[in-house]
């Protein structure tokens, strides 16, 4: 039986594996559903995190210390979304110490947080969800297989492929207020990205979609692709403040983490046609202007 106040649409029930930044967000978004929602935490639950402090119930997981839930711990659960990433060895540990378990609970919708790097570099061209996977980065191949590895298990699965987050607390503006924004120039270099509250909706729009409308595979991005100067040069217009001195990217690269170089060392234009046209979610931040504006609004 749902719980009362729960979109009948919506499981009353579900387990979010990984309480980041998007768990979190779709977390939040599901208690204001009215759906019970169970998140892991790696670390013992701090007090805010303790049963009913934050309207959520926090499970560890953590199985290099060899603690996962149980399956008590799972029970009633009806949909289940994975955001943790593979493990240093390119593993999933969610399907090494959930696997059986999560089989065994049979919930109706199992969603995967992956990546659009799986596409790897297309020279900016457009990709999309038929385009070939041709990951390039070793966290990118990692990904894939464990998209992959998840496909084998008969569970009603959906795969979400992601470009750059930003989001409350994570985009240009408090790069700019806190004096660590760069401005950096790479001839012809764009990213996709999306707004972790169109992550979370979009993830609530597929869970209350019947079974048959879900596409297997879904790319969730904004309409705008872009330069990272150009969503910088607009951070700063809105807060009516100076932008960072112009670095070529040619003459900084060396200085750069082998992270930030691997972020630059691939070009592509990720689409969400299929999210939108065919799956009918509405973006509410098509671009990264709506997205910006609404952050500065918050604040204000």
């Not at 969610?94 to 020279?123: E, F, K, M, N």
């Not at 869970?207 to 150009?230: F, G, M, N, Q, V």
């Not at 960072?244 to 060396?254: H, K, N, S, V």
């Not at 234009?269 to 973006?283: C, F, I, K, T």
């Amino acid at each position: 039986m749902a719980a009362s106040g729960v979109n009948p649409a919506l499981p009353a029930s579900v387990l979010v594996l990984g309480g980041g930044y998007s768990g979190r967000r779709f977390a939040d978004t599901l208690r204001r559903q009215g759906c019970s929602v169970s998140l892991t935490t790696r670390r013992e639950p701090q007090e805010a995190e303790r049963p009913g402090n934050d309207g959520c119930r926090w499970l560890r997981f953590d199985p290099e210390a060899g603690v996962v839930p149980t399956a008590a711990d799972l029970a009633g659960i009806e949909a289940v979304l994975v955001t943790i990433p593979p493990d240093a060895q390119g593993g999933d540990p969610v399907l090494q110490h959930l696997g059986t378990t999560l089989q065994a609970l049979a919930p109706r919708w199992v969603g995967y947080l992956s990546t659009t790097g799986v596409y790897g570099d297309s020279g900016g061209d457009w990709v999309d969800e038929d385009s070939p996977t041709r990951p390039g980065l070793p966290r990118s191949r990692a990904r894939l297989a464990c998209e992959q590895a998840w496909r084998q298990l008969d569970l009603p699965l959906q795969i979400f492929r992601l470009p750059a987050i930003y989001g409350p607390g994570r985009s240009p503006l408090e790069q700019l207020r806190n004096g660590t924004a760069r401005l950096i120039h790479k001839p012809g270099q764009v990213f996709s990205r999306v707004h972790v509250d169109d992550i979370a909706g979009a993830l609530l729009h597929c869970l209350a979609l019947p079974a048959e409308r879900r596409p297997e595979t879904l790319i969730l991005a904004d309409t705008c692709p872009c330069p990272s100067s150009e969503m910088l040069g607009f951070a700063a217009h809105l807060l009516d403040c100076k932008l960072p001195p112009l670095q070529p990217y040619a003459r900084i690269e060396a200085e750069l983490s082998p992270m930030a170089r691997s972020f630059w060392s691939e070009n592509r234009r990720a689409s969400s046609r299929r999210l939108r046209q065919e799956v009918g979610y509405r973006l509410r931040f098509p671009t990264y202007r709506e997205g910006l504006s609404a952050l500065t609004a918050r604040r204000t």
